[in-house]
């Protein structure tokens, strides 16, 4: 029997997409002003194909920034932030009996690995600020820790996730696996989990976010991280997690379409290798914004999206700054469905 409950898929029609931006106060000041040129061009690009919500401490500072852009498409909310993960501190956008509805988890940093007071309380100021249309209803579902960034849904009742991050005792601690699959399947009215057991990145904070490794395009296709370098650290876990995706069934018994991404040239800053991964990329209407990291895989990333999503243009966005505070494009960002921004 359905539950009435359905978790929107990325590419559904959107109406925005929220980013939070880097002010003097985050971890980003000491290279601020590369960072928000990265932020630019991402706003950009969204607004040239819908409205983008940019939560900021100064909206006047950001709009000069912004350039000759169509302001009909820019909604600002000032607010008190501590960083920029808006995948994570982000509403999940669903419908429940057709209602629109915002879920609103915790968001304690990634296990409380980084003070998150003012990015925890953004969704809800967000609604108090009248962002959100007036038939959208917002869910408070504290106490329940989760990100954005944790979960991939094909909107058809599937959802993929890792062991690593979901069954961490710094998000849930009383929860196991086996409870929290029982809750995500309520909440989010789904019918089974495909979890990983496998695959992380150097330099990743999350806990293996499953949108730095494996990426719903659509119903019946994965793109993935796969390693081919047998030296590289990364090369055993990615090649296990590679057999784990071949493995997973759709609902109707058939394989996955998979899509093979490259492992970005490897990528450090200060010493320390960085978690680059072209899986981070953001679907918006009619276009796929990708990382790029000025590696010489970049277009090969380019064009393996370009198969996924025939009908979309695939536009390459400089992230180096980005990952250069361990995160990437998908995850300064979240996108609302059609219908839930005004």
């Not at 194909?49 to 909206?59: Q, T």
């Not at 180096?320 to 995160?327: A, R, S, T, Y």
Request: a negative charge; one cysteine or more.
């Amino acid at each position: 029997m359905d539950s009435g409950i359905v978790f929107l898929p990325e590419w559904y029609p959107q109406s925005a997409v929220q980013l939070t931006w880097p002010h003097e106060d985050t971890d980003w000041f000491p290279a601020l002003d590369e960072a928000i040129s990265c932020f630019v061009a991402i706003a950009r690009e969204i607004i040239r194909r819908e409205k983008v919500v940019i939560v900021c401490s100064d909206k006047q500072a950001v709009r000069a920034r912004l350039g000759d852009v169509d302001d009909s498409r820019i909604i600002f909310c000032e607010m008190e932030t501590n960083d920029t993960w808006a995948r994570d501190h982000g509403g999940i956008s669903v419908l429940e009996d057709g209602v629109a509805t915002v879920y609103d988890f915790v968001f304690n940093g990634w296990g409380m690995k980084f003070a998150a007071n003012y990015d925890n309380l953004i969704t809800r100021r967000l609604f108090e600020a009248g962002v959100f249309g007036k038939d959208v209803l917002p869910l408070n579902m504290q106490p329940f820790v989760l990100e954005g960034g944790s979960i991939e849904t094909d909107g058809k009742g599937t959802l993929l996730a890792t062991v690593e991050c979901l069954a961490s005792v710094n998000r849930n601690e009383y929860l196991g696996k086996e409870q929290v699959e029982s809750y995500l399947k309520e909440v989010f009215g789904l019918k089974r989990i495909l979890w990983l057991e496998y695959g992380y990145l150097a330099g990743d904070d999350t806990d293996s976010h499953v949108d730095t490794l494996a990426r719903f395009c659509s119903e019946d296709t994965i793109a993935y991280v796969q390693c081919t370098d047998e030296t590289d650290e990364h090369f055993a876990e990615l090649r296990e997690m590679e057999r784990e995706l071949k493995a997973f069934t759709r609902e109707n018994g058939r394989p996955y379409t998979l899509i093979p991404l490259p492992m970005a040239s490897q990528t450090e800053w200060e010493g320390e290798r960085l978690p680059a991964t072209y899986a981070n990329f953001l679907i918006i209407n009619g276009a796929v914004l990708v990382p790029f990291y000025n590696s010489p895989r970049d277009e090969e990333a380019k064009a393996a999206l370009q198969s996924a999503f025939p009908d979309r243009e695939i536009i390459g966005i400089d992230c180096f700054p980005l990952i250069k505070q361990h995160g990437s494009l998908h995850c300064v960002t979240m996108q609302y469905p059609e219908g839930f921004i005004i």
